[in-house]
């Protein structure tokens, strides 16, 4: 099966032991390789292809992945002998930049009743307000983020400029981090999985989590007006933050997670909540 689908696979070793080695030493970097027979493997060559691996940071990942033309979703959450219904009447635009996103995170933004137009990583501010949207979301994706914020953080400047809601989740996280004159650091331990508790610093509730990223925005960044919001319990680790007095707000972890943990879908609502504001201001004026 793997091998019709040409997909690498491994068996064979101790789990235990490679748990306990990127516990301890951090990600590492490796090779696989397949020998035309028992034991013919040239280990030193191997060590050094390893070796000679490039930094994340050359890789245009966010561009790989992303959707390379605009898109309308209007799907909603799986319902019990429903499957997934349309979003056939919705209130609000909501733009998504798309840099890897998962597809989940529009299902909950249909189902509390938006229409989503995708649009590539690449986009400009221009193009993105120019579909008048009522607010804007930050995808998450791969990679380093400092390779995807040359052409993000034009974007998140203007779309905070003109006053539009702006929500990011993983990596739009981090990109908003960064696009405020916060910095980003590469985590000597990822977090990955489920049941990660993270602590809302507003309520002063524990959430638990569904997480999947290997970069932090750094403590001791955020500039003034720029303020935490959320922080994981594991390691203390920035998992939220807001931009004070403006509708602008990111997670480092996934609302979205199917089948779970459900404790942070709020945020979606929230989201949802700035803009009914913003249209209600505009009725007013």
């Known amino acids: 099966w793997l091998e019709e689908r040409k997909i ?4 064979g070793i101790d789990t235990r032991a490679l748990t306990r080695k990127i516990r301890k030493d951090g990600p590492q970097n490796a090779v696989i390789f397949v020998a035309e027979k028992a034991g013919d493997v040239d280990v030193e060559l191997m060590r050094a292809k390893a070796a000679e691996w490039p930094d994340l940071l050359e ?15 209007n799907e909603r959450l799986w319902a019990l002998s429903e499957g997934h219904r349309k979003n056939d009447k919705p209130l609000y635009h909501v733009v998504a930049v798309d840099y890897g996103a998962k597809f989940n995170i529009f299902r909950h933004l249909a189902e509390r009743g938006c229409k989503v137009t995708v649009v590539p990583a690449t986009s400009n501010a221009k193009d993105i307000l120019a579909l008048k949207p009522d607010g804007v979301f930050l995808s998450n994706g791969p990679g380093d983020p400092e390779n995807t914020e ?10 905070m400029e003109a006053g539009v809601p702006l929500f990011g989740i993983c990596l739009g996280h981090q990109l908003m981090g960064l ?9 000597r331990q990822g977090h990955r999985g489920a049941n990660h508790p993270i602590r809302n610093l507003k309520t002063g509730e524990i959430e638990i989590t569904s997480q999947n990223h290997g970069y932090v925005v750094s403590h001791g960044s955020l500039p003034a007006g720029v303020e935490a919001t959320h922080v994981s319990l594991f390691d203390g680790t920035i998992a939220g933050l807001e931009v004070v007095g403006k509708p602008a707000f990111a997670v480092q972890y996934h609302p979205e997670s199917s089948p779970g943990p459900h404790d942070s879908r709020y945020l979606f609502d929230r989201f949802i909540g700035f803009m009914e504001t913003k249209a209600q201001q505009a009725k007013a004026s």
């Not at 890789?59 to 979703?73: G, P």
Request: hydrophobic share 35%; aromatic share 8%.
């Open 8 to 11: 690498a696979g491994i068996s």
């Open 150 to 159: 040359r052409f993000s953080t034009p974007v998140i400047h203007s779309v």
């Open 179 to 187: 696009a405020l004159g916060g910095k980003t650091e590469k985590m």
């Open 59 to 73: 890789f245009n990942l966010t561009q790989e992945v992303s959707t390379h033309s605009k898109a309308e979703w």
